[in-house]
């Protein structure tokens, strides 16, 4: 069964310092993945999704993510962080059986301090 | 510019009463999903339909029904509330081929 871990559910980092949010996947099959960002009183939006083209992925707001294999990750990153990137993030696999069913991780909250 | 509405963004209900959450998608979309949202657990999936009147069990069924009797619109209901179900209840919506769900605002639901 897919499934996927997010390390850490709160981050905080300083207004334009690097963002890196953590997820690992599990998967018996090549998976697809997904990162969705949640703003405060709204619902999720995709950021970005890894297909098995390639490698790295660039999403919105400057965001981009790297899948590797070898260490089953599936980390984000932003290169600089502003204040509206403020939320919650989650990391997300898309399941082998059809019906495009995902398991979500547990989020983690990002904190951007001035 | 697609979209997925719910019908309320705030409900307060007691304990036992018959609740009803409502999503509507307007891009005629196969699939659509519910899902409860709580602190430190991520999303969950609940139920989860690919076409009118069919529906599958998520992770997280007990207490919850659904009912698709339309192709935009996707209903969970609680037919006997519990202060357990305090949550955020979030609807997603996906084309049968298609990788990103579309979700609705959220409903957050408090049982008293």
């Known amino acids: 069964a897919q499934s996927v871990t997010q390390l850490g559910s709160h981050v905080s980092v300083s207004e334009g310092a690097l963002v890196l949010l953590r997820c690992n996947y599990s998967?018996?099959?090549?998976?697809?993945l997904f990162w969705y960002v949640q703003y405060p009183n709204q619902g999720l939006q995709l950021l970005l999704k890894?297909?098995?083209?390639?490698?790295l992925v660039k999403g919105i707001n400057g965001f981009e993510a790297e899948f590797k294999k070898s260490e089953t990750s599936f980390h984000l990153t932003k290169p600089s962080a502003h204040m509206s990137d403020a939320a919650e993030y989650f990391c997300?696999?898309?399941?082998?059986?059809?019906?495009?069913?995902?398991?979500f991780g547990t989020g983690t909250k990002l904190q951007v301090i001035p | 510019d697609v979209k997925v509405t719910q019908s309320s963004r705030y409900l307060v209900k007691r304990t036992g009463e018959k609740v009803f959450l409502e999503c509507v998608q307007d891009?005629?979309?196969?699939?659509m999903f519910w899902y409860r949202q709580d602190p430190g657990l991520g999303l969950r999936l609940i139920y989860f339909s690919y076409d009118v009147k069919m529906k599958e069990k998520g992770d997280i069924p007990e207490g919850y029904s659904v009912s698709r009797e339309k192709k935009e619109r996707f209903s969970l209901i609680l037919e006997s509330a519990s202060t357990n179900q305090t949550s955020m209840y979030l609807c997603a919506s996906t084309p049968r081929s298609g990788d990103e769900q579309f979700f609705g605002p959220g409903t957050r639901l408090t049982v008293l």
């Open positions: 890894y297909t098995s083209a390639a490698t």
């Open positions: 997300a696999v898309r399941h082998s059986g059809g019906y495009q069913k995902v398991t």
């Open positions: 891009m005629d979309h196969e699939n």
């Open positions: 998967s018996s099959v090549p998976p697809y």
